[in-house]
């Protein structure tokens, strides 16, 4: 495998369920992003992990549960969804060295509620 | 508040013609302004970006213009081809952030 991969592609879950997202990625990063892609919506940052440690928390509902084990994996914990929460979400890495840097995105998980 | 704007939502442009794409911003802090590229069931694709400090950035048929004092940036697709239609989005960001502001996306269509 190489650049970021996520598992699984497509998740149907009803509202009480309780799911992840799991996120991998091969590049030797070490910063990694979630970001929520809906319909007519501009990309939304979710979270923002450099080296394991949560820097960044964009007002996302706690239904939405964050997990960076590692500098390789993330993983966000899904409970209690709502159907607005239908949508693409993006794992993203980069080699963060304190200035802009390029992001390298996965292919997304498409998630459908309920 | 939508900080950075994008336009047009969708373009249709014939084979070898020059597909351009807006951008505005709001953010003076922002300084560094990326252009990504997503075809359908992929993530997006860093494609180029550009900085404050130059007013253009050309990486072969793919160019940047940008202008500061407008808090503009565009991308020209110079002899635009059938595979290069997919949803183009810019963003911007500024120093010391990690977080990308995006656009809300254009959908390009290339007619053969």
């Known amino acids: 495998e190489t650049g970021v991969t996520q598992t699984p592609r497509h998740l149907v879950m009803g509202m009480t369920n309780k799911k992840s997202l799991k996120c991998e990625q091969h590049l030797g990063h070490n910063a990694m992003y979630w970001y929520k892609q809906s319909a007519k919506k501009p990309l939304e940052l979710m979270f923002v992990?450099?080296?394991?440690?949560?820097?960044e928390n964009n007002s996302v509902p706690s239904r939405f549960s964050p997990e960076c084990p590692n500098s390789s994996h993330l993983f966000l914990h899904l409970h209690t969804l709502q159907p607005e929460d239908s949508a693409l979400y993006l794992c993203?890495?980069?080699?963060?060295?304190?200035?802009?840097?390029?992001?390298?995105f996965g292919p997304g998980t498409r998630l459908t509620v309920l | 508040q939508q900080q950075v704007k994008q336009s047009p939502q969708s373009l249709i442009v014939q084979k070898g013609g020059i597909s351009i794409i807006n951008c505005a911003y709001e953010n003076t802090a922002f300084d560094y302004f990326p252009w990504y590229q997503q075809f359908p069931g992929k993530g997006p694709a860093l494609l180029i970006a550009i900085r404050p400090d130059v007013s253009e950035k050309k990486e072969g048929r793919f160019t940047i213009s940008f202008n500061k004092s407008a808090k503009q940036f565009s991308l020209h697709i110079m002899d635009s081809q059938p595979g290069d239609s997919a949803t183009y989005f810019c963003?911007?960001?500024?120093?010391?952030?990690?977080?990308?502001?995006f656009g809300s996306g254009t959908r390009l269509q290339v007619q053969p």
């Open positions: 993203a890495s980069s080699s963060w060295t304190g200035e802009s840097d390029t992001q390298y």
């Open positions: 963003a911007a960001s500024k120093s010391g952030r990690r977080a990308l502001t």
């Open positions: 992990y450099s080296l394991e440690e949560r820097v």
